[in-house]
């Protein structure tokens, strides 16, 4: 009794992490095909119907997972937002400014060229005054930014950096990574090249970090 009992467990626990395993391999193909979706139309102009097909689900599944298109369209942003900050998420007081700081840039130039679409509908949001970003995101972005403004600090409290504005530093080098997608059209026309190359993206991280860390007293 007690044996079948436990089969009965491991077959529902196994379930259910097949279940969990299915929702996010499904979740994120949804969120890939949204992404090139409203990259391409907008939030406006994408609709679930091309994104399920995109998707190669059912329309259902999409409703089922993000409840409708507004959902879908503040989890792509979450999505985005995470991958950004996830490469200066862990940085501590105990960690060296110049090594936080430097992989930080790297990350995110290297998302640049990774999720160049990602990068274009965070920056058309913003650019039309973020009626959606603001619902979905606002609160989130602000708390990780002060959270990682205080780190900052603490290191130039500490002597490990110069003074310079915690939030401004950051709004710099977001300015400064995102470029390489927001714009790469035009750096590719700078650089009279149909595409950008490895070399490239290791010019701009080498440049970029360069600048911010001599900037600050690191370099």
Do not use: C
Not at 74 to 94: E, K, P, Y
């Amino acid at each position: 009794m007690v044996d079948q009992a436990q089969k009965r467990l491991k077959e529902e626990f196994q379930t259910k992490e097949k279940a969990g395993r299915i929702r996010q391999q499904n979740e994120a193909v949804i969120l890939s095909a949204a992404e090139t979706e409203f990259a391409q139309h907008g939030f406006k102009g994408a609709s679930l119907n091309a994104i399920a097909e995109r998707a190669g689900l059912p329309k259902s599944n999409i409703l089922y997972y993000f409840q409708n298109k507004a959902g879908l369209y503040g989890a792509v942003l979450s999505d985005i937002l995470g991958m950004w900050n996830q490469a200066f998420n862990d940085a501590t007081v105990d960690d060296d400014p110049a090594e936080a700081i430097g992989a930080y840039i790297r990350a995110k130039i290297r998302y640049s060229r990774s999720h160049p679409l990602a990068s274009k509908i965070f920056a058309i949001e913003v650019i039309q005054g973020a009626p959606h970003l603001k619902k979905y995101l606002a609160d989130e972005l602000h708390i990780w930014a002060r959270g990682r403004a205080k780190v900052i600090q603490a290191w130039i409290d500490a002597g490990k950096m110069d003074a310079v504005d915690p939030l401004h530093l950051m709004f710099l080098i977001w300015g400064a990574t995102q470029h390489y997608a927001d714009f790469a059209t035009q750096v590719q026309w700078a650089l009279d090249a149909e595409e950008l190359s490895d070399a490239d993206y290791d010019t701009a991280i080498a440049t970029v970090t360069q600048v911010v860390l001599k900037g600050i007293g690191l370099g």
